[in-house]
């Protein structure tokens, strides 16, 4: 089992940063695509960004704003969310996520809230 752990999250302006974290914990040695989705009130969640195999992917919605790290150095594996240049349309709920496979869907963390005012 992997445990997904998320922090973070917060009220910023518009134009503003912020910098999500994920610590995952157990058997991460198993894991090949860690990622984020967010879920904004009264819509689906969506994808944000994954990285996988060192490869990183983004939304459309993201790309150029929001930048994707992971450290694997340690027992605890990090997963980093920077972003930048915010926007209300950004707020939602974020999930962090993980997955044997190339899509992180196995694991989800419990989410951690984005607000950005306008």
């Known amino acids: 089992q992997v445990k997904l752990v998320e922090s973070g999250g917060g009220l910023v302006q518009a134009g503003g940063s912020l910098r999500l974290s994920c610590a995952a914990s157990?058997?991460?040695?198993?894991?090949?695509?860690m990622g984020w989705f967010r879920q904004a009130p009264g819509k689906e969640r969506e994808f944000v960004s994954r990285?996988?195999?060192?490869?990183?992917?983004?939304a459309d919605a993201v790309k150029g704003r929001f930048t994707i790290t992971l450290d694997n150095a340690k027992n605890t594996v990090y997963v980093y969310l920077q972003m930048i240049s915010l926007k209300p349309e950004d707020t939602a709920v974020y999930y962090c996520?993980?997955?044997?496979?190339?899509?992180?869907?196995?694991?989800w963390g419990q989410g951690t809230q984005v607000t950005v005012s306008s």
């Open positions: 996520a993980a997955g044997h496979g190339s899509s992180p869907s196995d694991y």
């Open positions: 157990g058997r991460t040695f198993s894991l090949n695509s």
């Open positions: 990285i996988s195999g060192g490869i990183t992917y983004y």
